[in-house]
C-alpha cells in the first residue's frame, strides 16, 4: 500500500510538472526558429514567430530572450526606438544583457536621446578590460555629441590607443575632437552686417561662398537697374521706382539669408561631425558585441 | 505470420513519417490559399528548419518564393532564392529554382541581374535545354535594356523554338525610331525653338522663340534708347536664361521622347511574345 502511494505521488508530480517541461521545449525551439529566420535575415517571418508567444506564460529567462532578439531585429530594421525599447528590458541575469546594453544605450544616442543614452552608459556592464575601455569609449564618444570636451578628455584618459578593436576609432574621435574644438564661432548678427555693408560678404563669412556670390550678383544689377533708372527718368520714374523696390526687396532678402546661413552651416558642421562620431562608437560594439 | 506482421509495421511506419513531413508543408500551402501570405512564408520557413528531406525542402522554397511574388516582393524572392540555390540539392531540382530566380530578378527589374542569371545557365546545368519561358524572359530582357539587335536574334531563336512565324509576327521588323540628345541641344543652341520642334513639341518650340524674341526685343529697345545696363541686365539676361533653359529643355524632351517610343515598343513587344509562349 505504502509502495503504491509512492507511485502515485511520483506518478502525479511527473504529470503536473509535464506541461512546463512542454512550455520550456516550445519556447526553446520557436526561439531557435526566430533566431534561424533572423540569422537569413527574413526579418518579417522572424518578428511573426515572436510576436506570436503569450508574453504572460514565459519565465522571467524567457522574455529576456524574447525581448533581446525582438529588439535585435528591429535593430536590424533600423526601426532604433524599438530596438532599444526591447534591448533595454533585458534583466541582468540574461546571458544577452551585456550585448542588449550596449547596442540598446547606442540606439538612444542614435535617437538624440543623448541623456537617456548618457544615464544608460553610466551603467553599462564591463566584466573585462575590453569592455571597460570600450564603456568609456562609448561615453566619450556621446560625451562629444553633447560637446562636453571636459569630459571627453576626462573619458579619453582610459583610451589604450593598443586595442586591436578600438585604436583606429580612438584615434578618429580625438581628431573629431579637435575638429570640434576647432569650430570657429561665427555671429548671424556681424553676418547681416557684413551683407548690408556688402551684398554677399556675410556668406562668405558664414563659410558659403557660392551662395556669396550667387547673392552679390542679382543685388547689384538690381542696384544698377535702379541706379539707371534714377538717373535717365528721376525718383518719380516707373523704372526707378520698380527696379528699386526689387533691389530693396533682394538687398534686405540678402542680409536675412546671411543671418540664416551662418545657422545652416553650423548645422551642417555639427550633423557631419556627429555622423562620423556616431559611426565610429558603432563599429567596435559590432567587432566586439556582435557574436 | 511474424514476417507479415513485420512488413505491413514498416509500411504503416513509413506511411506515417511521409504524412508527418508533408504535413506543414499542406500547412503552408493551404494558408497561400486563403491569401496569408507572410504566415505561409513562416510555414515555409518551419519546414526548411526542420526538413532534412530535399524533397520536402525544395517544395518549401519554392513555396516561399511563390508568397513573396505575390506580394510584389520580387527583389526578396531573388535573394531567397539565392540562398536556398547553395545548398545542396540534386540538379534536378536546382534547375527549377534557378529558373524561378531568373523570373524574379526579371520581375523585380534586375534585367542585367536576369541576364547575367541566364548566361550562367548553360554552363551549370549542360544537360538542359533552354526553355521557351527562359528564352522569352531573355528576349523581354534585352528589350527593356534597349538591346533591340541582340533581342531579336533571341526572339528568332524563339520562334524557331515553338516553331512559330517569325517574319509575320516579327516585332522587330521595325525598330522603334530614337532621337538624339545632342543633336536637340545643337539645333537648340543655334535655332531657339529648333530642339524643341525635333523633339515633336511645336508648341514649346513656339513659347520658346516666343520668350527668347521677347528678351532680345528689349535689350535691343533699352540699347537703342540709352539703357545700356537695362539692355544688358534685363535683355541680355533674359535672353540668356531663356536660351539656355531652352537647350536643357530640348534635352530632356528627346529623352521623354525616347522613353516614350521605347516602352511603347517594348509594351507591344511583350504582348506579341506572351502570346506566342502561352
Known sequence: MTDFRRWLLLFIVGFLTIPAHCQTTTFSREWQFARYLADKEATDEAMSVLQAFDKQLLTVSQRDSLAYLTGWLAYGAKSLGEASDHLLRVSKASPFYTKSQYFGAYCLAFQHKRDSAGAVMQHLPAPDSTLLELRAFERAGLALLQRQYGLYDTLRQQFSYSSYALSAEEKRMDIYWQGLRAQKHRSPALAGLLSAAVPGLGKLYAGKTKQGIAAFLPVLTMGLLAWEGYRKDGPASLRFLGFGSLFTVFYIGNIWGSTLAVKVRRDEFNRGYDNKILFDMHIPLRNLLNR | ?278
Open chain 2, 1 to 278: 505470420m511474424t514476417t507479415k506482421f513485420y512488413l505491413i509495421c514498416i509500411f504503416l511506419c513509413g506511411i506515417c513519417s511521409i504524412a508527418k513531413a508533408q504535413l506543414p508543408l499542406s500547412t503552408a500551402d493551404s494558408l497561400v490559399a486563403s491569401g496569408q501570405f507572410l504566415a505561409a512564408r513562416v510555414a515555409y520557413e518551419r519546414v526548411l528548419f526542420t526538413s532534412a528531406e530535399p524533397i520536402i525542402r525544395f517544395s518549401a522554397a519554392v513555396g516561399k518564393a511563390r508568397c513573396l511574388k505575390q506580394q510584389g516582393l520580387y527583389a526578396s524572392a531573388v535573394t531567397f532564392l539565392n540562398s536556398q540555390i547553395q545548398t545542396d540539392y540534386a540538379d534536378s531540382l536546382l534547375y527549377p529554382l534557378r529558373q524561378e530566380q531568373i523570373l524574379c530578378a526579371y520581375l523585380a527589374g534586375q534585367f542585367e541581374n536576369t541576364l547575367s542569371l541566364l548566361e550562367r545557365l548553360p554552363y551549370l546545368h549542360p544537360g538542359m535545354s533552354a526553355t521557351p519561358l527562359l528564352i522569352a524572359v531573355r528576349v523581354l530582357s534585352l528589350n527593356e535594356l534597349k538591346r533591340w539587335s541582340e533581342a531579336a536574334v533571341a526572339y528568332r531563336e524563339l520562334a524557331a523554338h515553338i516553331q512559330a512565324d517569325s517574319v509575320n509576327l516579327n516585332p522587330y521588323q521595325q525598330l522603334p525610331r530614337l532621337k538624339s540628345e545632342k543633336k536637340a541641344q545643337w539645333l537648340s543652341t543655334f535655332i531657339p525653338g529648333a530642339g524643341q520642334l525635333y523633339a515633336g513639341k511645336p508648341g514649346e518650340a513656339a513659347l520658346s522663340i516666343l520668350v527668347q524674341s521677347a528678351g532680345l526685343y528689349f535689350g535691343v529697345l533699352s540699347y537703342l534708347q540709352g539703357y545700356y545696363l537695362s539692355a544688358w541686365g534685363i535683355g541680355a539676361g533674359l535672353f540668356g536664361s531663356f536660351h539656355a533653359g531652352g537647350v536643357r529643355r530640348a534635352e530632356v524632351l528627346v529623352q521623354e521622347l525616347n522613353h516614350k517610343r521605347a516602352a511603347m515598343f517594348n509594351a507591344r513587344a511583350r504582348q506579341k511574345i506572351l502570346e506566342m509562349i502561352k
